[in-house]
């Protein structure tokens, strides 16, 4: 694998407060308790998003109980061997993890499970950085996420920051190696790729069973240039591989990660950000597909903050979540906003 890069920062420039200020909403349901179970911090030179920005946003209004956070290549080690430069990231958001457990900034606990970065394509050598992120981790480190997103049909679109070949969850052998250790460890996976690969996921979760694997961003439909005018065939394939991915009892879901430019909805490019109304009516389809496929035990709703921040302010998005989940009983709705994370990433 060639070393892991970022053009997340850049990306990110382009967030307007001033923009998403535009919108303010009541706070549906504030006393619902969740769990946010996806989100990034860093500093990269275009772009920070640190413990204080975070705060900013899961302070807005709703019952932001803790916070998982999620690999994005950030504060690696400057020194040392290659394969060990991502334990940096690990011990970067332990420290803003036990920052928050003093309790000295609210009652939100941010990070209360990390997911880090190792190369699984090193085989059982993985092992040794795994360990190593565990012992650094304070009793948080929970599991790893490898980027496998892909893409030679649109220029776009990215591929993804570990610079995946197009099939490696389903064809690369040093992976498998490698990802076999995750259950010796008794860590979970995060899985991220675009729609197209979404049968590779559902190989993988098929040839490690006891393996418990996370699908991120609601499987990732693409809705960007040579997608855009395809929308009602990208969502009938979507719907067919997923329903297959929904076929593992060892897979969950993520719903949420539809603001990304990727999507092709373009609420970044209005002059003023869309409503809540406005977001459920455009992603009901694909969460409650979601939710109809995997079931409220299997699903958990994710703000992918401030990665989605590009298409709306974070109060704005869980709005739209509870209204998503408004006909779900109040059982249900704990399982979607709280529990499902909890039970995944073992939360106390």
């Known amino acids: 694998m060639k070393k892991p890069h970022s053009t997340v920062g850049s990306r990110m420039a382009g967030i307007s407060d001033t923009w998403l200020g535009k919108v303010r909403e009541p706070i549906l349901e504030p006393d619902l308790e969740i769990i946010d179970p996806h989100h990034h911090l860093w ?11 975070l705060l900013k946003d899961t302070g807005d209004g709703h019952k932001i109980h803790s ?42 606990r941010v990070a209360a499970a990390i997911v880090g970065f190792a190369d699984l394509t090193l085989g059982d050598k993985s ?6 992120e565990i012992a650094v981790g304070g009793g948080r480190f929970r599991g790893v996420r490898y980027v496998a997103s892909f893409e030679d049909r649109e220029a776009q679109i990215h591929n993804g920051h570990t610079n995946p070949p197009q099939h490696l969850y389903r064809d690369d052998a040093k992976f498998h190696e490698g990802f076999a250790v995750l259950g010796k460890l008794g860590l979970t996976f995060d899985a991220w790729c675009y729609h197209p690969q979404l049968p590779d996921v559902t190989a993988l979760a098929r040839k490690f069973p006891n393996q418990p694997i996370v699908m991120d961003h609601c499987g990732g439909p693409l809705g960007l240039g040579y997608y855009a005018s395809r929308r009602d ?105 709280r529990e499902t994370a909890r039970t995944f990433y073992r939360m106390p």
């Open 43 to 53: 500093e990269f030179p275009e772009h920070r998003y640190l413990l204080p920005d």
């Open 67 to 108: 916070t998982v956070f999620m690999e994005c290549a950030a504060c690696y080690r400057a020194e040392g061997p290659e394969a060990m430069r991502p334990v940096g990231e690990v011990e970067f958001v332990n420290g803003i993890a036990a920052m928050s457990a003093s309790g000295a900034y609210g009652p939100t």
């Open 127 to 132: 092992e040794a950085v795994l360990a190593k």
């Open 233 to 337: 065939e990208v969502f009938a394939t979507w719907k067919k591989d997923m329903s297959e991915l929904a076929n593992c009892p060892n897979v969950m879901i993520k719903l949420g990660g539809l603001g990304m430019r990727v999507n092709g909805f373009e609420f970044h490019a209005q002059p003023t950000p869309p409503t809540s109304e406005a977001l459920a009516k455009a992603w009901k389809p694909y969460i409650e597909t979601c939710i109809e496929l995997f079931g409220p035990k299997r699903a958990m709703f994710q703000s992918n903050f401030p990665v989605d921040k590009l298409s709306g302010s974070y109060a704005v998005y869980w709005n739209a979540f509870k209204r998503l989940a408004a006909g779900a009983s109040a059982s249900e709705k704990s399982q979607l906003f």
